[in-house]
């Protein structure tokens, strides 16, 4: 067991040979074990009947002879003799790691899968991935882990994912069918739907032959519960992370109504409710929220209440502090696909994205004072379509009574994000140095510009926003131009040369290229993306004529933005972070190169000078010797 001593669970044994692990004859007192592991006796799965199924598994056997070792350190091998330690040594010991992981034992958070087996089933998970998932040890084993990737725990082999990164999941897959060690963030999902950012490594070992991966060894970390467990960053972008956890976050059952939600559920604007009944905030509630408008009569205020929630297409809602969904208006069919009756009573962490839930929960902790409104844009997740972002805005209000709680009313609506990719700015000229780029209606209304317009066409972007591209193009090329707008409509990215006319009054020759904004389905595109260049090369012309006449479909590949995609793991606050660093280091590098070329033409410079001067002094000593 050299492998095992040297990952300091066993005593070292000289021995020429690494053999397969195996449960010792001998087991060391808990005072010899290391301190994470003599001070954590918890078993994984104590018992035989939790795990009991798992003898069809055909996990390694117990030698003949080997003492019970549950007479002595309760918790370290599985009553069907699979042996955890001997697995947690081939990890530790491994040769040639490509993944660096911190230090391992049975308090962390992982399962082992069957990688000989088709669909790798699980063939044991630890205690602390039941706490912190919910799923038990007879929800797990015999599956794939794939079913972490959705809220009610169905995936199907091969589909796309809705409710996590499909091309991170591909990936995923990649690296195990190549049987690689691998680090990856994806979104996962609590027994109960309540989403979490799952940090997991992977590391594959082989058992009886060293040329044969026999099984996959997956750690998991909860990056929002768990952010020190991340130890250091590695050149490769992997972590090194400490998996050893006193107490993993618990999977906590939702609760609606009644019990320990009360302080949330039951005092709010409704009082309080029951398991399985719908709370609705009718007729009390439109006095809450006409409150806020000044309307006092209880008639005109419902009235004026019942007359919002028909007419409006936002989707209002009502959260307390701590972000428990006291009302949702009926729009949250239309919006999110749940019905009230499966909104109400339950919490916000249950539907919006981890990676946005702490500034979500730190903005409405802050709107107590009632000074400051609610103004965010984050990522929920819908019932079948998978996440969106959300744009919402409130305020923070109070009860009728002097002490009443405090709950946020809160209109949210979805907040359609930029898609553009690679294949459509080459397609349209590439990148230049001055482009303006804006945001369109169909219609071709300026809804955003930036700042780049007033170098091209002399206008501000403040000037431009709410006046319409087709008061400036010239009338010759209104008609392309209405047309290049229909063909965006329907999902096609279109490149236009025209005429547009500048503040002095004057036309300018340019390339416009409209790409569908939000969707690449024909119907479903509610803006475009127009980037307007200055044309100086007949050529440019020529092509942006074939390329508008083709008027092909651009192909859906790299998107530009993926940075603000719904199921990206990390913030849009901490991507836009990332940036200004990159940008920061972009622009230091440039700098340098620019330093470096100053100098080496100065010291060309000063060469030239010399060499001149010495031309110059051979020069006069001929001529004075003549």
């Not at 001997?86 to 082992?112: E, H, W, Y």
């Not at 250091?232 to 107490?247: H, K, L, S």
Request: proline fraction near 6%.
């Amino acid at each position: 067991m050299a492998a095992a001593a040297a990952a300091g669970f066993l005593p070292q044994q000289s021995s020429s040979r690494a053999p397969p692990p195996a449960i010792p004859h001998s087991l060391p007192p808990v005072a010899n074990l290391p301190p994470s592991s003599a001070s954590r006796t918890r078993a994984p799965l104590s018992g035989g009947g939790a795990l009991a199924h798992q003898r069809a598994l055909s996990p390694p056997a117990v030698p003949p002879g080997a003492p019970n070792p549950r007479t002595t350190v309760p918790g370290l091998y599985s009553a069907t003799g699979f042996d955890i330690m001997g697995v947690l040594a081939k990890v530790a010991t491994r040769a040639n790691p490509q993944v660096s992981i911190g230090p391992v034992d049975m308090s962390c958070s992982f399962v082992v899968s069957d990688a000989r087996k088709p669909d790798q089933p699980i063939l044991y998970v630890s205690e602390t991935f039941e706490r912190l998932t919910g799923y038990s040890s007879a929800d797990c084993v015999g599956r794939n882990c794939r079913f972490l990737q959705s809220p009610d725990g169905l995936v199907n082999e091969g589909s796309h994912r809705r409710y996590t990164d499909n091309a991170t999941v591909a990936q995923l897959k990649t690296e195990l069918m190549a049987k690689r060690e691998c680090q990856f963030t994806l979104i996962n999902y609590r027994k109960g739907g309540e989403p979490f950012i799952n940090l997991i490594t992977i590391i594959p070992i082989s058992w009886e032959r060293d040329d044969e991966v026999s099984y996959f060894v997956g750690f998991q970390v909860d990056l929002v519960e768990q952010p020190n467990a991340i130890m250091q960053r590695m050149r490769d972008g992997t972590y090194v992370v400490n998996y050893q956890v006193a107490e993993a976050p618990v999977a906590v059952p939702r609760m609606v109504g009644v019990g320990a939600a009360n302080d949330d559920r039951g005092t709010g604007p409704t009082g309080g409710g029951v398991e399985g009944q719908s709370t609705t905030l009718t007729g009390h509630f439109a006095m809450d929220v006409t409150d806020l408008v000044g309307v006092r009569d209880p008639t005109e205020a419902a009235n004026l209440f019942y007359r919002a929630l028909v007419d409006q297409v936002d989707f209002i809602h009502v959260l307390s502090l701590r972000g428990v969904l006291l009302y949702v208006s009926q729009d949250c069919q239309r919006v999110l696909e749940y019905s009230e009756a499966e909104l109400v009573g339950r919490s916000l962490s249950e539907f919006c994205h981890p990676g946005d839930l702490v500034s979500v929960m730190r903005e409405l902790k802050e709107s107590s004072n009632g000074v400051h409104p609610v103004n965010m844009v984050y990522r929920i997740r819908r019932k079948n379509s998978g996440y969106m972002w959300m744009e919402v805005s409130g305020k923070c209000t109070q009860g009728e009574k002097a002490k009443g709680k405090k709950f946020v009313v809160l209109t949210g609506r979805e907040k359609p994000v930029v898609r553009v990719h690679r294949n459509d700015i080459v397609r349209a000229g590439g990148v230049n140095d001055v482009d303006m780029w804006a945001k369109l209606a169909l219609e071709g209304l300026f809804l955003h510009v930036s700042t780049d317009a007033q170098a091209l066409v002399g206008f501000t972007a403040t000037e431009l926003v709410g006046k319409s591209l087709l008061d400036l193009v010239h009338i010759d090329d209104l008609a392309q131009l209405r047309r290049a707008l229909d063909l965006v409509r329907q999902a096609n990215v279109v490149t236009l040369p025209h005429r547009i006319k500048n503040k002095k009054g004057e036309y300018l020759q340019v390339m416009s290229a409209f790409v569908p904004g939000n969707s690449a389905t024909a119907g479903d595109v509610r803006f475009a993306l127009h980037r307007c260049t200055d044309v100086v090369d007949a050529r440019q012309v020529a092509q942006g004529l074939q390329a508008f006449a083709a008027n092909e479909v651009v192909e859906d590949t790299d998107d530009l933005f993926d940075v603000l995609s719904p199921v990206r793991c990390t913030s849009w606050q901490y991507e836009l972070h990332q940036l200004r660093l990159q940008n920061r280091r972009l622009r230091a590098e440039i700098e340098e190169m620019d330093a470096s070329v100053r100098g080496k033409k100065r010291r060309g410079g000063n060469k030239d000078a010399s060499a001149n001067s010495s031309a110059a002094a051979a020069a006069a000593a001929n001529g004075g010797g003549s």
